[in-house]
């Protein structure tokens, strides 16, 4: 069984900053990409940013300078540190993996979701 757990959402003040987790627990072999997504109120789901194994970093355009992902492979962990946020950044993040699993190999996971909302 593989878990993607996800914590550090909350309210926030447009320009201040929050840091979300999430942490892959269970029979993993290894992680590949991971990644954070995110859907506002009726719009579909979008990428935020991926990060690779090796650290390679990808983001969307709309994020690009005020957010960074990181991650630690030795905790299966990864990180979205969002700085300036603004009101359109209100949005469930949603964390993601492709992992390699010890048994039945390959498959990709989602976290549950945390709420980010940008608010005064």
């Known amino acids: 069984q593989v878990q993607l757990v996800e914590s550090g959402g909350g309210l926030v003040q447009p320009g201040g900053s929050l840091r979300l987790s999430c942490a892959a627990s269970?029979?993993?072999?290894?992680?590949?990409?991971m990644g954070w997504y995110r859907q506002a109120p009726t719009k579909e789901r979008e990428l935020v940013a991926t990060i690779t194994s090796g650290g390679s970093t990808n983001y969307a355009d709309s994020v690009k300078g005020r957010f960074t992902i990181s991650r630690d492979n030795a905790k299966k962990t990864v990180y979205l540190q969002m700085n300036s946020l603004k009101p359109e950044d209100t949005a469930v993040y949603y964390c993601?993996?492709?992992?390699?699993?010890?048994?039945?190999?390959?498959?990709?996971?989602w976290g549950q979701g945390t709420q980010v909302t940008v608010s005064s």
């Open positions: 993601n993996a492709d992992l390699v699993r010890w048994v039945a190999g390959t498959a990709n996971y």
């Open positions: 269970g029979s993993i072999f290894s992680i590949n990409t």
